[in-house]
């Protein structure tokens, strides 16, 4: 193709007719790049502990444990009663005592923080608003490790622990009980779990008759109470009910589930309908993002808690800086779900802090607050230089050049009734089915 | 679906796949009377380095006796209660701790038997025979 040479411009008598002088798509400025801010949904399954739980209040200046008592009904001596006959022996007779079972429970703190802001980019970058998007995510942040302290909790105190499809415990009664740590060496510790993780035989996942099994261990074995109507506000639908809490990949996999699909009504459509309704009209499921999941080193055996998140840090990568599944937790190959009754726990109501600290006035820079709610503070120490780069001091941040968010939290959880909540160990599956696929 | 042979020595362990896989059939081929046995491990080995850990036993038939306690009226009494028992205990490292058997083919003779299955694997297929032989797996991913 020919190219076309464009006189200077602007001109002045050309002739009529003479060249073609399209505009110079080059010529004015422009931005390299049109930004717009667009915001993605994030799953929204954080944990529902605080509305299936019991509160429990904490009152102050009363030591640092609280013991709950519990009155205990007397045990059920016996299958048959055999009085004795009035005109030829005496009677016998039955004395009947109750018992007190107490439980403890003490507070914990956790803080949380963002990183200090500066005012420069909140001038000139592109995205506003960043210390307001920042706070949402730290409120957020706190959400999902409140949920995980109680989750975590109450895998740790569960005096049971189940192992689908088990060569020889299917159900570990009683288990290891204990506070958990985060190196994994109290409670059910990881050496716990790396001994009994290969016994788990096939199927091993989930499935609707592994469930059949902990309903009736829980019902008859440990005498757990399922949800009784009026425990709960809205609770209508826990009425006599458990509650599984499982990931969606469980819950998919009902659709292929042998039990399931030899015993469908003919009605029930799962083919474009999927499945629905609760499971034998015993156990409602509560879905939860970043279930827990268990990583086995598959030379080594060991058992580790893969983070589930990470970020894409390539920049040649399409997405990069997005949040995406971690590897280990992508592959983790057994994962935990939850058969809970009525109020194993109680969530501790901790109220206001001393009044002392929580007053603010003319004379106070500040007031104690661990509610959790996130602000903003400029309380900041801030590194000085002296020529040559060394930092020798910390500065007041006098200018108020920085913000940071800042945020605290007091949390407890009391074990009232552990025995009602199962962790249920399984493999995770997305294809086990029977030969009708 | 994917169908794979693969050659296995007598007596040693061999890791034939890797990773969560369903098998659904397993043939097992050999010239002598031998017994094949599968395992889910990630390592051609069948069996596994265990920490000690601890744990909790029960002793389902435990009676605690309280002794001396008075009463208001200057009685001593010994109170005898019946019951079971938790204890905390600790099961010591072991460092053969051997992998069980999830699956296992036995052969009399020279000749072949087939198995159809559904067993699903966490961490990989290891298969050991006590002779030399040829196995046959039907699998898919789990």
């Known amino acids: ?189 990881n050496a716990f779990l790396q001994a009994m993780l290969p016994g788990i035989s096939s199927p091993g996942n989930l499935n609707i008759e592994n469930l059949f099994y902990a309903l009736s261990y829980l019902e008859e074995d440990a005498s757990a109470v399922p949800y009784q109507s009026g425990s709960l506000k809205d ?95 992508r592959n983790a190959q057994f994962e935990v779900a939850f058969l809970v009754g009525m109020e194993p726990y109680s969530i501790v109501d901790v109220g206001p802090p001393p009044a002392e600290f929580a007053a603010s006035g003319p004379d106070r820079m500040g007031s104690l607050k661990w509610n959790g709610k996130p602000r903003l503070t400029d309380r900041i120490n801030v590194p000085c230089n002296v020529d040559g780069g060394e930092t020798v001091a910390y500065d007041q941040n006098k200018y108020d050049e920085f913000l940071q968010i800042i945020s605290m939290t007091v949390m407890g959880i009391a074990p009232e009734t552990t025995r009602n909540a199962l962790p249920i160990v399984f493999k995770r599956a997305r294809t086990i089915t029977t030969s009708l696929q | 679906m994917i169908t794979q042979s693969f050659t296995l020595s007598a007596t040693t362990a061999t890791l034939v796949l890797t990773g969560r896989w369903v098998i659904q059939q397993v043939v097992y081929n050999t010239g002598a009377a031998g017994t094949l046995s599968i395992y889910d491990n990630g390592v051609a080995a069948i069996t596994q380095s265990n920490p000690a850990y601890d744990t909790r036993t ?19 009494i010994d109170y005898t209660f019946s019951g079971i028992s938790d204890t905390d205990t600790t099961v010591a490292a072991d460092a053969s701790f051997d992998l069980p058997v999830k699956e296992s083919l036995g052969l009399p003779a020279a000749g072949q038997v087939s198995a159809n299955t559904l067993l699903n694997f966490a961490l990989g297929v290891v298969l050991y025979s006590t002779v030399a032989a040829t196995v046959q797996l039907t699998y898919k991913q789990a």
């Open chain 1, 1 to 189: 193709m020919a190219n076309y040479t464009v006189g200077s411009l602007p001109q002045i008598n050309a002739a009529a007719c003479s060249g073609w002088n399209p505009q110079d798509i080059n010529l004015y400025n422009a931005l390299p790049v049109w930004m717009i801010e667009r915001e993605v949904m994030f799953r929204k399954k954080y944990g529902t502990f605080n509305r299936i739980y019991g509160k429990i209040p904490w009152t102050p200046n009363k030591g640092s444990t609280i013991t709950g008592i519990i009155a205990e009904p007397p045990p059920t001596l016996r299958q048959f009663a055999f009085p004795a006959a009035v005109a030829t022996a005496c009677a016998k007779k039955d004395i009947i005592q109750y018992r007190e079972r107490t439980f403890e429970f003490a507070l914990r703190h956790h803080k949380f923080e963002s990183p200090i802001f500066q005012w420069l980019p909140a001038f000139q970058d592109f995205v506003t608003k960043k210390l307001t998007k920042n706070i949402d995510f730290v409120l957020k942040w706190q959400e999902d490790f409140m949920s995980m302290y109680y989750r975590g909790f109450m895998f740790h105190q569960s005096p049971a622990i189940m192992f689908c499809n088990h060569d020889t415990n299917v159900i570990v009664d009683p288990a290891p009980v204990g506070e958990g740590d985060e190196a994994g060496t109290t409670g059910k510790s």
């Open chain 1, 235 to 329: 609770d209508s639908y826990l009425n006599d009910k458990w509650c599984l809490y499982t990931s969606s990949e469980v819950w998919n996999q009902f659709i292929n589930d042998p039990y399931l699909k030899e015993n469908k009504a003919c009605d029930l459509n799962i083919v474009t309908e999927g499945f629905r309704g609760s499971l034998m009209g015993r156990i409602t499921t509560s879905l939860h993002s970043n279930p827990l999941r268990i990583y086995v080193d598959p030379e080594t055996g060991e058992v580790s808690w893969p983070e589930p998140e990470t970020i894409q840090e390539n920049p040649n990568a399409p997405n990069y800086g997005q949040t995406v599944r971690s590897c280990d937790y």
């Open chain 2, 58 to 76: 029960r002793d389902c038939s435990y009676t605690r006796t309280v002794a001396d306690v008075r009463d208001i009226a200057c009685n001593t």
